[in-house]
């Protein structure tokens, strides 16, 4: 019992022994120590000796008062018919082409089409843009490209018998491509209402 009392003293001893150790390191690891000039003894910069970079990003929009758009078709593509199972939707009053203000649209929402048609899953609204022009505070009017044949959104909505689904796009004018490329590239979000 004797043998089993002092190696008890002598585990406690060395963990004081190593648990003082531990925190001389850290205490003097933290300390500012004068630099003695001794090649042998150099101690770590405490300052860092790098700089921050700070990469900010903002987009220069075009200064516009009108933002003029022609729609000249409107499809939604249903699902589980193949690729080319795009439905032609009708402009309201069965006009063929809309024209609109899109910065007039700011809060306001207007009727493009409302269309009897096949029900099931729909999973895309296509629009043809014929024509679109800028006027800038200046008074100054451009005719803008749009760059593809089609604009499309990604939407997934059912059409059920008897009853109507009401879609709402949100299309946005990307004015850093106005801006800089005369291009009008919209970006669009949809919303399936309630």
């Known amino acids: ?91 309201v009053e069965n006009v063929t082409e809309v024209y609109f203000d899109l910065l007039a649209l700011q809060d306001v929402a207007i009727d493009l089409s409302i269309t009897e048609i096949p029900p099931g899953n729909y999973t895309m609204i296509k629009m043809h843009i014929k024509t679109a022009n800028a006027t800038y505070a200046d008074g100054n009017t451009t005719d803008l490209e749009v760059p593809s044949d089609h604009i499309k959104v990604i939407i997934h909505f059912e059409i059920t018998e008897g009853e109507t689904t009401t879609v709402l796009i949100d299309m946005q004018a990307d004015t850093v491509a106005i801006s800089q490329s005369r291009k009008l590239k919209p970006v669009l979000k949809a919303t399936v209402l309630a």
Do not use: C
Not at 10 to 29: D, N, R
């Open 1 to 91: 019992m004797a043998n089993n009392g002092k190696r008890t003293l002598w585990y406690a001893a060395s963990g004081a022994l190593i648990a003082l150790v531990i925190i001389t390191s850290v205490a003097i690891s933290s300390l500012a120590l004068p630099d003695l000039g001794f090649p042998w003894f150099t101690r770590p910069s405490l300052t860092p000796e790098t700089g921050s970079l700070r990469v900010m990003l903002t987009d220069a929009p075009a200064n516009l008062t009108h933002l003029n758009v022609t729609l000249d078709s409107i499809s939604a593509h249903r699902q589980g018919y193949g690729n080319e199972s795009w439905v032609d939707l009708v402009f």
